[in-house]
């Protein structure tokens, strides 16, 4: 089993950059695709990108290509996500999720077998 603690989170201006990390322990973090989600009570649960299993593959929602990068270190055991010019339609809470079935395909929530917690990301204008 896996667990998985995300830091980084915090309140930006509108045009500034966060980096979220994801922390695995307790598995083969490196058999595991891992997904960043991020949740609002207005829009729910939506996927924001994902990295296979080996790092080498990676997919995007529309709205943050050219602005997210997702990247993972299977020596460390962490994953990343880097977020520039953040807007405030990205304020969320931001989640990360391992896959077991590696690939990166998965854009479901259902299809992930763990979860963090979750760290607040507030962009204002």
């Known amino acids: 089993q896996v667990q998985l603690v995300e830091s980084g989170g915090g309140s930006v201006q509108a045009g500034e950059s966060l980096t979220l990390s994801c922390a695995a322990s307790?598995?083969?973090?490196?058999?595991?695709?891992i997904g960043w989600f991020r949740q609002t009570p207005r829009k729910g649960r939506e996927f924001v990108a994902s990295?296979?299993?080996?790092?080498?593959?990676?997919f995007y929602r529309e709205s943050v290509k050219g602005r997210f990068t997702i990247s993972r270190d299977n020596i460390k055991n962490i994953a990343a996500l880097r977020m520039n010019s953040l807007k405030p339609e990205d304020t969320a809470v931001y989640l990360c999720a391992a896959d077991s079935e590696g690939t990166g395909l998965a854009r479901a929530s259902y299809e992930y077998d763990y979860w963090g917690q979750g760290t607040q990301v507030t962009v204002s204008s």
């Open positions: 990295i296979n299993r080996s790092g080498y593959t990676t």
């Open positions: 307790g598995g083969s973090f490196d058999e595991y695709a």
